[in-house]
């Protein structure tokens, strides 16, 4: 018996010259895993929102629900669906729209967040979480409801390897319990021993993937061939520093901190471990967190103090996203720092995104919001480009646009910081920094690279 069936689906935004969806078929049943993959744009979110019956523009076709069935959904960016102030209180909100009694409802709550790894106190502000624990708290939100189906987007590249191994110890169990799953990922290789179904959508339809067209290869260190040699003062140096938030545990301990023009590291740490504080924190704009010893162009990391020396990418790409038009948005930090506009319109044909260039950026995809975000501060040529998880929302393609965008960055002597779960394998750097167990290790390709220069 099928529980959701699409049938000859039709839809296209009013502004794009080619259908996002022609003729789109998809069956699931209980207890079925199916998992699309697809480039940056071509309509997988949109997908998830047709399923769930929130698609805001008309469209063609049959959508058949089974009677009774509900749906769960966890979406890209973990911010849009939260709504309460803390961890239990979102975890419960749906019981008691339900009027489930107090006393079911501690114990449902709870084993939510126990199934996604979540052993921590329900008054916990969800202010404190990181972007990953987030995402689990929004999978305990769902897992409450006991959904027929549960939608998933692109959770690889919100979780640490340890997060996706339980998410995917989860999903098993659901699975077991006749639960279907629809999983929207870029990366191939995740959730392998638990798909039934496999899908690329294409040219405006799922066509079918075998085991042996799917990418499977681990993300490693990629190290620069041609290290980018110290020259001139470092951009970041420290000899030692403790990251902690005032009155609370510290987040990890480093013994030094060096980067110099050119080169790129990367942040690499579990969700929660201190990365994208780090980064706010070289930034000068992370508050009530105890004084470090940092030094940033050889001053104190401060709000506003670097100009357009120094830029920094949110997590949330949407954070920075506040023009009406693509173009507006990429011309916004030129204009104010009278750098040449033209600049804005090369980048965007470089990227081969000149056809967004009079779309909102509010009405991008997930991927499509941090590409412009990230140009927006590439226009820049910054001295230093802080970007935290740069590549989640991409696919192969855009991210060897990005890593091309970087190494020219490089090249012309901006120092990168690349903050992401687990290191980017088309992506060459000159440094490591590796968060775990309380420490910032940091590694290089040649050690010689550590001597202080200038």
Known sequence: MALVRLS??????QTAAQPLFEDLNLTIAPGECHLIHGYTGCGKSTLLKLLLGILERPWEGEREIADGATLGVVMQDPNVQLLRQTLGAEVAFALENLGVASHEMLLQVRSALRRVGLYISLDTPISSLSLGQRYRLMI????????????????????????VQEL????????QQGVALLIVEHHQGVFKDLVTHRWQLSQGQLQALSAQEVDTSPEQVCWRESPCWPQGSAVIDSHGFTLAFRERQKLFDAESLLLFPGEIAALVGDNGCGKSTLLKSLAGIQAGIDPLGIKVFG????????????????????????????????????????????????????????????????????????LIALASLACLRPKLLLLDDPFAGLDAHFTDKIVA????????????????????????????????????ETLSASPQAYSRVG
């Open 140 to 163: 305990a939100a769902q897992l409450v409801l006991e959904p027929d189906l549960l939608l998933l987007d692109e959770p690889w590249a919100q979780l640490d390897d340890q997060g």
């Open 299 to 370: 001053q104190r990391p401060k709000l506003g103090r670097f100009g357009a020396d120094l830029a920094l990418l949110h997590q949330r790409p949407s954070r920075q996203l506040f023009e009406n038009t693509v173009i507006e948005e990429m011309q916004f930090s030129l204009k104010r720092y009278g750098l040449p506009l033209d600049r804005a319109i090369a980048l965007l044909g470089q990227l081969g995104l000149t056809t967004l260039a009079r779309h909102s950026p509010h009405t991008l995809s997930y991927g499509q919001q941090h």
């Open 405 to 440: 965008l970087l190494m020219e960055l490089s090249r012309q002597g901006t120092a990168l910081v690349i903050a992401s779960h687990r290191p980017i394998a088309a992506l060459p750097v000159d440094r490591l920094w590796r968060v775990a167990d309380g420490r910032l």
């Open 168 to 175: 995917a110890a989860v999903l098993t169990q659901l699975r």
């Open 8 to 13: 000859q689906i039709h839809f296209n935004f």
